[in-house]
């Protein structure tokens, strides 16, 4: 169902908010952040053209929430990251968000399969539909 890839990439510049918080709790968190990313961008004359990001350092999580952005800073408590470079594991889930999940599981079972150790691993989201069924998400784990 799933294709997964193995490729090099480049670092990619983000602007996010980062939080530590719990698997339990991150459900409630993370559109909050994100509104605030966006506020961020707004008042800095941004309307579009920067897809949602969500980067999971570990399993806590430690996590960063905004969305991929190249630019002058932004208002706090916005700050300057990037997605990781390096040997990366991914696939691309489309469909609803809610069945996410299975595009992890399947990366993550590759690389287990291959004998590949994953680390921080995140998503890029975009563009959005009303559409649920056209949703699109890039899956991605760095890998060693």
């Known amino acids: 169902m799933f294709e997964v890839t193995v490729t090099t990439v480049a670092a990619r510049p983000t602007a996010v908010i ?6 339990a709790e991150y459900p409630r968190v993370w559109k ?4 605030r990313v966006w506020s961020a961008l707004h008042a800095a004359g941004i309307t579009r053209g920067c897809p949602n990001v969500m980067l999971y350092l570990d399993d806590v999580p430690h996590v960063e929430v905004g969305v991929l952005y190249q630019g ?8 300057a990251s990037e997605l990781p470079g390096g040997r990366v594991a991914s696939t691309r889930h489309r469909g609803p968000y809610h069945e996410l999940g299975a595009a992890h599981e399947a990366v993550r079972t590759w690389c287990a399969r291959h004998g590949l150790t994953t680390g921080p691993w995140w998503e890029v989201y975009g563009p959005h539909h009303d559409d649920p069924a056209r949703l699109e998400v890039e899956v991605c784990y760095l890998t060693q």
């Not at 980062?18 to 698997?23: C, G, I």
């Not at 909050?32 to 509104?35: H, I, P, Q, Y």
């Not at 002058?72 to 700050?79: F, I, K, Q, S, W």
Request: glycine letters at 6%; aromatic letters at 6%.
């Open 32 to 35: 909050g952040l994100l509104d």
């Open 18 to 23: 980062p939080a530590v918080t719990s698997w």
């Open 72 to 79: 002058p800073p932004l208002a706090e408590p916005v700050v």
